[in-house]
């Protein structure tokens, strides 16, 4: 059984900074999976945020470039998003997702709200 458990998420002023993470355990080969943060906003549907390569090649949304880093530990089995300068359109339910051709696991998410 393999679990995504994020964290890090919380109430931030616009302009701050927050550290989401996201913990993988079970039966997977954590370094050969690329990785992602998606996101859900209130009525809107999931969107990508970022994704990193089991190489450390990185991609991001155009709203977030330059504002949000992805990473990733593989000896911790964690993914982390560093998330800068945050607006309230940051505003949503932030998922982690592991992928490996056809095998797709997902978090539970965890809640990010910026006020402004």
């Known amino acids: 059984q393999v679990q995504l458990v994020e964290s890090g998420g919380g109430l931030v002023e616009a302009g701050g900074s927050l550290r989401l993470s996201c913990a993988a355990s079970?039966?997977?080969?954590?370094?050969?999976?690329?990785l992602a943060w998606y996101r859900q906003a209130p009525g809107e549907q999931r969107e990508f945020v970022a994704s990193?390569?089991?190489?450390?090649?990185?991609n991001y949304t155009d709203s977030v470039k330059g504002r949000f880093t992805i990473s990733r530990d593989n000896a911790k089995n964690t993914v982390y998003l560093h998330m800068n300068s945050v607006k309230p359109e940051d505003t949503a339910v932030y998922y982690c997702?592991?992928?490996?051709?056809?095998?797709?696991?997902w978090g539970q998410g965890t809640q990010v709200t910026v006020s402004s």
């Open positions: 997702n592991a992928n490996w051709y056809t095998i797709n696991y």
């Open positions: 990193i390569t089991n190489g450390g090649s990185t």
């Open positions: 079970g039966r997977l080969t954590f370094p050969i999976y690329q």
